[in-house]
């Protein structure tokens, strides 16, 4: 429910919120906001596949991400790509 997802985010004000896109910026050039954002206690991300994070929704995000442009992930696989992308620019250094 959209209601839900809006009442999180503002549960969630004062953390770190990622959003995974296909209007995002590609995750080279985020990697190193993504790094600075673990440095924090919590990190939320929320994944946009098939239709996506709600646009209001982008407002609210520290950063928004494309993973791979120019890919479409499934949904299923949003999640793995999301975390392979994020865990790898973290350990990057």
């Not at 997802?5 to 209007?23: A, F």
């Not at 906001?33 to 946009?48: A, S, T, Y």
């Not at 929704?57 to 499934?74: C, E, K, M």
């Amino acid at each position: 429910n959209v209601a839900d997802l809006y009442q999180i985010i503002r549960e969630r004000e004062n953390e770190p919120i990622i959003i995974t896109s296909v209007l995002g910026d590609p995750l080279h050039q985020c990697a190193e906001q993504i790094k600075n954002l673990f440095e924090q206690k919590r990190v939320n991300i929320l994944i946009g596949s098939h239709k996506g994070v709600p646009a209001g929704i982008s407002r609210f995000a520290n950063i928004v991400v494309n993973l791979s442009p120019g890919l479409t992930y499934a949904t299923e696989h949003g999640i793995p790509a999301a975390m392979v992308g994020i865990v790898s620019c973290v350990q990057e250094e």
